[in-house]
């Protein structure tokens, strides 16, 4: 399995923007999805976005026209470009890379998002 650093985090006033990165220690190209999870004290593990080996991306409702995920098979990474943060955005971000499931994959060590209103 790959191994995963993310980047980026920090503390962000509302409506600002951030944007998170992550390195894989090997190549993607062969993993089926590279997404980005969040956990916010207190609530379960969300999964945000999603970019797929063929091209396609998703997003969870809450975050769709503000957040883009970008996968670059070239340089083993995927970024998270983060607009119009708002308070409820506030979590540590894990990106992880799945060839299957999800719970089966390679997790980052996270990056915590801080978005004070």
């Known amino acids: 399995q790959v191994q995963l650093v993310e980047s980026g985090g920090g503390l962000v006033q509302a409506g600002g923007s951030l944007r998170l990165s992550c390195v894989a220690s090997?190549?993607?190209?062969?993993?089926?999805?590279m997404g980005w999870f969040r956990q916010a004290p207190g609530k379960q593990r969300e999964l945000v976005a999603v970019?797929?080996?063929?091209?396609?991306?998703s997003y969870v409702d809450s975050v769709k026209g503000r957040f883009t995920v970008s996968r670059d098979n070239a340089k083993n990474t995927v970024d998270l470009q983060m607009n119009r943060l708002k308070p409820e955005d506030t979590a540590v971000y894990y990106c992880?890379?799945?060839?299957?499931?999800?719970?089966?994959?390679?997790w980052g060590q996270g990056t915590q998002v801080t978005v004070s209103s």
């Open positions: 992880v890379a799945a060839r299957s499931t999800w719970s089966s994959g390679s």
């Open positions: 090997g190549s993607i190209v062969s993993i089926n999805a």
């Open positions: 970019a797929r080996s063929g091209g396609s991306t």
